[in-house]
Structure formats: C-alpha cells, structure tokens
Nanobody
C-alpha cells in the first residue's frame, strides 16, 4: 500500500520558520524525484520545490519556484524515500496546503496535504 506521510505544517507568524517532512512507503517503482507543491484558496496548485533522487544525496539537484528562492530549502534524507522542506522567513502569501509529490517511472503519487498558515 502506497503511503506518503506528511508532517510539520502549522500556524506561524510572518518571518518565522517551519520544516515539512514527507516519508514515502510502498511505492513499487523507481523514484525519480520528490518535491512539494502548494495550493492556496481559489488558486491552482503550483510547484514549490523539487529534488531529484539520483544515486546519492551529493548528486541531487534542486529546483525552486522564484517566489521561494533564498527562503526555502529542499533536501533528501539518507533514505531515498524521504524529503524535507525547510521554510524560513515565511510570508502571509505562503499560506496554503502543501502537498508532497513523488515522481516515478509510472506516474506521480501525492500526499494528502498539510496546512501552512502564516499570520501577518
């Protein structure tokens, strides 16, 4: 059974930090990349950051949305099925449901989402 377990969302004041975690299990295909998307009310889901898995964390490459560059950092755990998103200097416009995404050779898997709310 495929599971993507997300954690770390919550309520924080502007300028604060949160760290999201996602652990994937039960995926029967090769994982090419993991990442985070977000969706705010009445807006489309958008990519926040993604990172390739590669053969080693040392060779993973990351990609960020322009709106989060310099504030968010995506990283992988030692296990290839874990991804983190360190979010610093959060802004009210970062408020959204954040979804973990796993890209495999046979398609994408999604987590159920974790709410991030940034108060001004």
């Amino acid at each position: 059974q495929v599971q993507l377990v997300e954690s770390g969302g919550g309520l924080v004041q502007a300028g604060g930090s949160l760290r999201l975690s996602c652990v994937a299990s039960g995926i029967p295909f090769s994982i090419y990349a993991m990442g985070w998307y977000r969706q705010a009310p009445i807006k489309q889901r958008e990519l926040v950051a993604s990172i390739t898995t590669g053969d080693s964390a040392n060779y993973a490459s990351a990609n960020y949305a322009d709106s989060v560059k310099g504030r968010f950092t995506i990283s992988r755990g030692n296990a290839k099925n874990t991804v983190y998103l360190q979010m610093d200097n959060l802004k009210p416009e970062d408020t959204a449901v954040y979804y973990c995404n796993v890209q495999t050779s046979w398609g994408d898997y999604w987590g159920q989402g974790t709410q991030v709310t940034v108060s001004s």
